[in-house]
């Protein structure tokens, strides 16, 4: 986290929550999400920790769905975007972005790098090894999703996952008994899939955003579009946070010094 908070979200003024250099007048607010482990530790401004969740790989649909949940009952935002603490996020590309495809405005979009007719990894040594999805589901390919490295939600969509993440007891205690019940979404190993499985009946749009999984996207040809950038070390971001002090440009210098 520390890598986060000394690079790129230093673009983002704590007190007017604007990107100067990036020349726009929307507000930002990030915030890293962290489950009951960290309970004990100093409360930090830019932490929430999410009770009832953990961090383990097999836990993260919950802990996601509870982090949009937390995000939802206590900001006002019109686009969400859940990143990994080793993404590099080109801040000024994220919200040209989002101002391109008049996403302040829009509603239902599921922005990210779009994916179809994944299979689940069942055998051992699998890097996202997944036994079962095909049982819970009763399904042998994944819904339509796009990478937990980055991806962006409408605010709507938001907002039907926060009232299915609500604790079933409350929810219908507070809402007139068990008339007013819900039902609640389906936890899977993987939250990138959860959130693509539990939008599947939904009325929505997928729209494709250009990233990079692999932390090349300083040494690709259409590195100048891509918004997010993923597996990038914390000295990667430190020289690419150099770099963007020094010249204005993240990438300055670093294709082909890996």
Known sequence: MDAVRETWTLDIDPDTHRCERCKSNRTVKYLFLLGEEAADEAPELDVAVLRRCNSDYEHLAHKVRQGIRYAVTHY???????????????????????????????SAVHAGEIRRHGKPQTYKGAQNRDEVFSQLTSQDTY?????????????????????????????????????????????????????????????????????????????????????LDHYVSQDQMHRRWHNLQQSGDPCHGEAGAF
């Open 76 to 106: 006002s935002f019109h686009v969400l975007l859940k990143a990994d603490t080793d993404s590099w996020i080109f801040l000024d590309r994220l919200i040209d972005f989002a101002e391109s495809h008049r996403l302040f405005a829009r």
């Open 143 to 227: 819904p339509v999703y796009t990478p937990g490295c980055g991806y962006l939600l409408t605010r709507d969509l938001c907002n039907y996952i926060s009232l299915l993440s609500e604790d079933h007891h409350r929810r219908a205690k507070d809402r007139g008994g068990e008339d007013a019940a819900l039902p609640g979404l389906m936890e899977l190993p993987q939250e990138d899939v959860a959130v693509g499985f539990w939008l599947e009946a939904v009325d929505h749009q997928r729209l494709s955003m250009p990233l990079s999984i692999f932390g090349d996207a300083c040494r690709r040809s259409d590195g100048e579009s891509l918004v």
